[in-house]
C-alpha cells in the first residue's frame, strides 16, 4: 500500500462542472501539498497545508488531520485546468515530499 | 515557479557516459531538493541538500549517483555510467526553509534525461 494514495487515477469533466480530487495518506505529516503538472511536464505548487482550508481563486484546498485525508476541488471547471494534480507528504521527520501517484484531469469545452 | 533554473532541458546519453545535471535555487534559498519521475510513475525523492551539506539522500540510489550543493554555484545531480533505467525527469526544487519550518518548495521546469 503506498503512503499517499489519491483517488481517482483519471476524470474528465466537461466545463463548468466541479472537480473534487481525494488524497489519503498514511504518514505523520508537517504539510500536504497539492502540485500542477501541467502536459509539458511543469510543476506548480498549488497548496501547502497543514489544517483546514485554503482558497485560491477556483482552487480550494482542505485536510482533515484525524482522518487523513486531503481533498482539492476546482469549481466551475475550464479546459485549461486540463492536468496532473498531485499530493504529496512532506513528513514529520524531514522536508522530503512523499507523492501520490497523481490524477489527469481532462476537462473538456 | 520560474526563479528554479534547471539545465539542461534535454539530455542524451549513451549508456556509460556521464550525466550532470545543473540545479540553481531562487533567489535566497538556500535548501534544493532532487526528485525523479521515471516514465508513466510518480515523482519520487531522491536528496535534500542544503549549502555545502546533504542533509537527507535516503531516496538516492546507492551506486552512480551523486550530488552536491557548494556554496557558490549551482546544485548538481551526477549520474556516473548512466544506464537506459535512469531514463526520467528530473526535477529541482528549492525553498527557503527546510525541515523545522513549513514552507512552499518551488520546482524547477526539470531535466528530461534520455539514455541511448
Known amino acids: 500500500k503506498n503512503e499517499v494514495e489519491q483517488s481517482p487515477q483519471n476524470l474528465t469533466a466537461q466545463e463548468g462542472e466541479f472537480i473534487t480530487i481525494n488524497c489519503s495518506y498514511s504518514?505523520?505529516?508537517?504539510?500536504l501539498h497539492w502540485l500542477q503538472q501541467h502536459p509539458g511536464g511543469g510543476i506548480v505548487s498549488l497548496f501547502m497545508l497543514s489544517s483546514g482550508k485554503k482558497k485560491h481563486g477556483r482552487l480550494i484546498a482542505t485536510i482533515n488531520i484525524q482522518e487523513k485525508h486531503s481533498s482539492l476541488h476546482i469549481t466551475a471547471s475550464h479546459p485549461r485546468d486540463s492536468a496532473v494534480y498531485i499530493c504529496?507528504?512532506?513528513?514529520?521527520?524531514?522536508?522530503?515530499?512523499?507523492f501520490g501517484e497523481g490524477t489527469q484531469l481532462t476537462v473538456n469545452p | 515557479n520560474a526563479g528554479v533554473m534547471q539545465n539542461p532541458r534535454h539530455l542524451v546519453r549513451r549508456r556509460g557516459q556521464e550525466a550532470r545535471l545543473r540545479c540553481s535555487p531562487m533567489?535566497?534559498?538556500?535548501?534544493v531538493y532532487w526528485y525523479r519521475q521515471l516514465p508513466e510513475e510518480g515523482l519520487k525523492f531522491m536528496v535534500y541538500l542544503q549549502k555545502e551539506n546533504i542533509i537527507d539522500e535516503s531516496g538516492m540510489p546507492k551506486e552512480r549517483f551523486s550530488a552536491e550543493f557548494p556554496k557558490e554555484g549551482p546544485s548538481i545531480l551526477r549520474i556516473q555510467q548512466v544506464v537506459r533505467g535512469d531514463s526520467a525527469a528530473y526535477f529541482c526544487?528549492?525553498?527557503?526553509?527546510?525541515?523545522?519550518?513549513?514552507?512552499?518548495?518551488?520546482f524547477g521546469a526539470g531535466t528530461r534525461l534520455s539514455v541511448l
Open positions: 504518514v505523520g505529516i508537517s504539510a
Open positions: 526544487a528549492s525553498s527557503l526553509q527546510g525541515a523545522l519550518v513549513k514552507n512552499i518548495q518551488y
Open positions: 504529496a507528504a512532506e513528513e514529520t521527520s524531514g522536508s522530503r515530499l512523499t
Open positions: 533567489k535566497g534559498h538556500s535548501h
